[in-house]
C-alpha cells in the first residue's frame, strides 16, 4: 500500500504562516490528483486545495489568496503553504493522493494520518 506521512503541523500565532509536507512512498508524478483536506473537531472533513496532474489547482474559498498548493515530484512530495493564518484555519490536515491504475479508469485512494495545525494566541 501507498504511505502517505503529514508533517509541518505545529502551533502559530494568528498572521503566522506554516508549510506542509507529505511524503509519498509512491512517484506523485503518476498521481491523477493531489489533495488536501482538513476537519475540525466537531466539523465535516472539506478540502482545502487540490492539483491535478495536469496543473490545475483549486481551493477552499476561505483559504484562496492565503494558501498555495504545490508539489516536487523529484521527491515525491506534496506541500501546502498556508500563511495569513486564522484560527478558523485550526484543524488536522491530510493530505490525499488519487491514481489510476487502469485503462477501464479504476482508481485508488491513499491517505495520510494527519497533521495537527493549531492557530491560537
Known amino acids: 500500500q501507498v504511505q502517505l506521512v503529514e508533517s509541518g503541523g505545529g502551533v502559530v500565532q494568528p498572521g503566522g504562516s506554516l508549510r506542509l509536507s507529505c511524503a509519498a512512498s509512491?512517484?506523485?508524478?503518476?498521481?491523477?490528483?493531489l489533495d488536501w483536506y482538513r476537519q475540525a473537531p466537531g466539523k465535516e472533513r472539506e478540502l482545502v486545495a487540490g492539483?491535478?496532474?495536469?496543473?490545475?489547482?483549486n481551493y477552499l474559498d476561505s483559504v484562496k489568496g492565503r494558501f498555495t498548493i504545490s508539489r516536487d515530484n523529484a521527491k515525491n512530495t506534496l506541500y501546502l503553504q498556508m500563511n495569513s493564518l486564522k484560527p478558523d484555519d485550526t484543524a488536522v490536515y491530510y493530505c490525499?493522493?488519487?491514481?489510476?491504475?487502469?485503462?477501464?479508469?479504476?482508481?485508488?485512494?491513499?491517505w495520510g494520518q494527519g497533521t495537527q495545525v493549531t492557530v491560537s494566541s
Open positions: 509512491r512517484r506523485i508524478g503518476t498521481a491523477y490528483a
Open positions: 490525499h493522493a488519487r491514481w489510476i491504475v487502469n485503462v477501464e479508469g479504476a482508481s485508488v485512494d491513499s
Open positions: 492539483i491535478t496532474n495536469g496543473g490545475a489547482t
